[in-house]
Every structure is written in structure tokens, then in C-alpha cells.
């Protein structure tokens, strides 16, 4: 049986988790949703017709409207549009996620999950065009941004999520 000291610090953990997780499902499906929509932005900017799907389980897909045949260069614009824009969008999320973090380390899990976002996509842009590399685009995103983001937030996110305990303020940390 746990102490009461072992329950709130029990409590405290999950109210943390909770919330992080709920964070990385939403942000991940909005990535998606706006990933998508800058592909249709930058197809219709070039004067082509397309539209985007949505499917029950917040997956999405832009589509060229039957009929329309880009050229090499149209299709290269529409499809780095997708992660390119999405990556300046969550970035500048993310640049002021981090900047409030210097204030702050309630905002360490955010500028984590928008720090990842944002890496992935910009490594998803650049493959994305190359069909053969964007299945394994999509991995090596996703592990290069939590991989930079754990080096930039590593320590201070786990603390916070109470994964290692606090400095204890003696000569060693």
C-alpha cells in the first residue's frame, strides 16, 4: 500500500502524462489536417483543382480532381507545400513555445511536441516528391525529431513529467 506522500506524487505524474499524450494526439492530427490543406493551398494557387479527404480516424489525403494532370514542376510546388508549410507554421509555434519556456517550464511539453512536428515535416517535405523514399521519410522524421528534441529538452521535460527526480541543490546537481 502507498504512502500518501507515493498517492500525490502518483497524481501528480498523471496529471501530467495525461495531458502530454492528449497533446501529442491532437497536434499530430492537426499537423495532418493542415499538411493537407497546404497541399491543396499551393494546388490551387497554381490553378489547379483538387481537394483534400477525410477519412473517420483523422486521416487525410489531398487528391488532384479527376481530369487534372500537373506539370513535373506544379506537382514538385504542390508537394513540398504540404510538410514546407506546415514546418514554418509549427515552427513559429514552436519558436514562441520556446521562447515562453525560458519564462516558464510549463510550456517544455508544447515546444517538445511542436519541436518534433516541425522537423518531421520539414524531413517529410524533402522526401515526400521522391515516392520511393515516403514511407521511410515519415520514420526517419518522426525519430530525428524526438531524437534533436530529447537532446534540446530531454532532462528538463523528464523532470517536469517527474520520470527523474528534481536537482537536489548540493554540490552535484
Known amino acids: 500500500m502507498c504512502s500518501q506522500g507515493g498517492e500525490i506524487k502518483d497524481m501528480k505524474f498523471f496529471a501530467k502524462w495525461i495531458p502530454f499524450g492528449v497533446q501529442v494526439v491532437l497536434y499530430f492530427f492537426m499537423a495532418t489536417a493542415i ?9 490551387r494557387t497554381l490553378g489547379l483543382d483538387g481537394y483534400v479527404k477525410f477519412s473517420l480516424w483523422g486521416v487525410s489525403y489531398f ?27 509549427f515552427g513559429l509555434l514552436w519558436g514562441f513555445s520556446h521562447w515562453q519556456g525560458m519564462y516558464s517550464e510549463w510550456e517544455i511539453d508544447t515546444s517538445f ?13 524533402m522526401c515526400e516528391p521522391l515516392s520511393t523514399l515516403w514511407a521511410w521519410s515519415q520514420l526517419v522524421g518522426i525519430l530525428f525529431g524526438i531524437g534533436l528534441c530529447s537532446y534540446l529538452y530531454g532532462i528538463k521535460l523528464m523532470r517536469w513529467l517527474y520520470l527523474i527526480p528534481e536537482k537536489s541543490g548540493g554540490p552535484n546537481g
Open 35 to 43: 499538411h493537407e490543406q497546404f497541399h491543396n493551398l499551393a494546388s
Open 63 to 89: 487528391y488532384y480532381a479527376q481530369g487534372v494532370a500537373p506539370t513535373f514542376t506544379q506537382d514538385l510546388i504542390v508537394r513540398l507545400a504540404g510538410g514546407l508549410g506546415t514546418a514554418l507554421l
Open 113 to 125: 511536441i511542436f519541436g518534433v512536428i516541425t522537423i518531421f515535416q520539414v524531413i517529410y517535405a
